[in-house]
Nanobody, 122 residues
Framework: QVQLEESGGGSVEAGGSLRLSCVASGYTARSGCMGWFRQRPGKERERVANILVGHGSTGYADFVQGRFTISLDNAKNTLYLQMDLLKPDDTGMYYC???????????????WGQGTQVTVSS
């Protein structure tokens, strides 16, 4: 089964940037879904962005507003989330995940990383 490990989180000021990485090890499929999710304090986990493995089609939550970019380096088995123009409301734990089905739905994801903290100060 695929193992996922996130990195790249940290503390930045509003307007700053971070690039999150998620390395997939073990068995990796050439199809299905991968995505980034976040959980802000006191709120439910929500989709940030997703990508269809083996196709490249992407989707983003409305709050992204063009600020983030999801990408997948198949050769390195690494998923990325480039985050620019960060806002204090972006603060939370960010998770990468893998699954199959309708990639925009959190219910499609069965494998999860441990998360990486993102803190955006004003």
């Amino acid at each position: 089964q695929v193992q996922l490990e996130e990195s790249g989180g940290g503390s930045v000021e509003a307007g700053g940037s971070l690039r999150l990485s998620c390395v997939a090890s073990g068995y990796t499929a050439r199809s299905g879904c991968m995505g980034w999710f976040r959980q802000r304090p006191g709120k439910e986990r929500e989709r940030v962005a997703n990508i269809l493995v083996g196709h490249g089609s992407t989707g983003y939550a409305d709050f992204v507003q063009g600020r983030f970019t999801i990408s997948l380096d198949n050769a390195k088995n690494t998923l990325y989330l480039q985050m620019d123009l960060l806002k204090p409301d972006d603060t939370g734990m960010y998770y990468c995940a893998a699954g199959s089905g309708w990639c925009a739905s959190i219910e499609s994801y069965s494998n999860w990383g441990q998360g990486t903290q993102v803190t955006v100060s004003s």
